[in-house]
């Protein structure tokens, strides 16, 4: 998607609307309009970068930190008693909006389900070890 369709990019540049919860030069954090939980934010680089594949190195430098501030804002002001950080890239992660962004999602004891999970796969010993051989790397 170009930066003149994305929505996020819109967001950024002030032609729609969104409740802003923090913004610096790299970043703005923006309530999720469709929440899964109370205080669900998401942080958005400022400049598009389509996923993860397409972030530099520098800005993703900032991004971890800048979750950990939040999720420390969220735990303090909202009580919640966990934090998902969730980050998907391509359709079949389920990333719908093609500006990479960061879920931070206070979760709550309250026994409401938040779907942030998945199901467990299994495989045999000789299959992980194909696996391991394909994706070890060293550095
Ligand atoms: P993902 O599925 O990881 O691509 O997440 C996209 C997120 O963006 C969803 O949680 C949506 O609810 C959220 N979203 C989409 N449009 C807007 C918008 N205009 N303002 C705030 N959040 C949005
Ligand atoms: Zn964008």
Known sequence: MSEDNCIFCKIIRG????????????FKVIMDASPATKGHVLILPKRHYDDLFALPEDVAAKALPLAARLAARLKEKLGCQGINIVQNNGEAAGQTVRHLHIHVIPRYEDGRKADVTWSHSTFDEAELDRILDTIRQNG
């Open 15 to 26: 032609e729609i609307p969104a409740r802003t919860v923090f913004e610096d030069e790299d």
